[in-house]
Nanobody, 124 residues
Framework: QVQLVESGGGLVQAGGSLRLSCAASGRTIRGYVMGWFRQAPGKERELVGAISWSGGTTYYTDSVKGRFTISRDNAENTVYLQMNNLKPEDTADYYC?????????????????WGQGTQVTVSS
């Protein structure tokens, strides 16, 4: 069992930056693929990014490539999402997630553990 707690969300103007943090407890995150999902009101949840066990491989959805960076510090049991050049379309609740992949796609899930979420609002 892994407990995940996000922090760092808030209100930011378009073009600004935020850094989300995810603190894990209960079990080391070393054995998990970690990622961030987001969900906006009335929209389907979307995998924003994922990072492999060692941090050597990352995935990003097309809409955030070049703007967002996911990283992990296994020793500190923490995952980060650096979000730059934020756009109003990025407004959503952001969730830290942990996965033990069961398919051919390393970032394909299932994502077994979810944090409570942190809200990001980007104003025009």
């Amino acid at each position: 069992q892994v407990q995940l707690v996000e922090s760092g969300g808030g209100l930011v103007q378009a073009g600004g930056s935020l850094r989300l943090s995810c603190a894990a407890s209960g079990r080391t995150i070393r054995g998990y693929v970690m990622g961030w999902f987001r969900q906006a009101p009335g929209k389907e949840r979307e995998l924003v990014g994922a990072i492999s066990w060692s941090g050597g491989t990352t995935y990003y959805t097309d809409s955030v490539k070049g703007r967002f960076t996911i990283s992990r510090d296994n020793a500190e049991n923490t995952v980060y999402l650096q979000m730059n050049n934020l756009k109003p379309e990025d407004t959503a609740d952001y969730y830290c997630v942990a996965s033990t992949p069961d398919g051919s796609n390393w970032y394909g899930g299932p994502y077994d553990y979810w944090g409570q979420g942190t809200q990001v609002t980007v104003s025009s």
